[in-house]
């Protein structure tokens, strides 16, 4: 519980009880950032996966690295990529895949972690009945300009498995 002398700043609903905070629901960004990942909305990258932006320099005090939900819907695949600059860290949580990285390929499922080193070419398959959705962790902040297709657009984002 915090004092109520140190909420100078802060924003959101609260429960006062006996002169303390109960709960916060949203806060100030100025020390810390709270986001829900149910508030975010999701756009396109450029390699066709669908993600909702948690942090980045964009909506919060950091200025290193990104987070990131991607959902890639059953039978589909992202485009072959890379960043020039930035490394990532997949995390799946949910959902069943394969992920190849330069000329290796390897099953992925939930709790599996994987490393993408910068200028790595990688793809994601999505090869489940159900949707696959990760954690994406890239730093530097993930940027359209730092992606480099190296694989035709599919007609539509998230392609089909080929």
């Known amino acids: 519980m ?6 100078h700043g802060w924003v959101g609903s609260s429960i006062q009880k ?3 905070l109960h709960a916060i629901h949203a806060v ?3 020390e ?3 986001v829900n990942l149910n508030q975010v909305d999701s756009f396109i990258t450029k390699d066709g996966s669908h993600i909702r932006e948690l942090m980045a320099y ?3 005090n950091i200025r290193n690295q990104s987070l990131a939900e991607a959902t890639l819907p059953s039978g589909c695949a992202t485009d072959e990529h890379f960043h020039e600059r930035s490394e990532e860290i997949y995390f799946i949580l949910e959902g069943q895949g394969r992920m190849r990285i330069e000329d290796e390929e390897q099953v992925v499922q939930v709790g599996d972690a994987i490393a993408i080193p910068p200028g790595k070419r990688h793809k994601l ?3 489940g009945k159900q949707s696959l959705r990760l ?3 890239c730093a530097p902040c993930y940027e359209h300009e ?3 297709v190296t694989e035709p657009k599919s007609p539509t984002h998230s392609s089909k498995q080929s």
């Open 2 to 7: 915090l004092p109520l002398e140190c909420l």
């Open 18 to 20: 006996g002169g303390s």
């Open 28 to 30: 100030d960004c100025s």
């Open 32 to 34: 810390m950032n709270v």
């Open 58 to 60: 964009r909506n919060a």
């Open 125 to 127: 398959w999505n090869t």
């Open 135 to 137: 954690l994406c962790c």
């Open 146 to 148: 730092d992606t480099v």
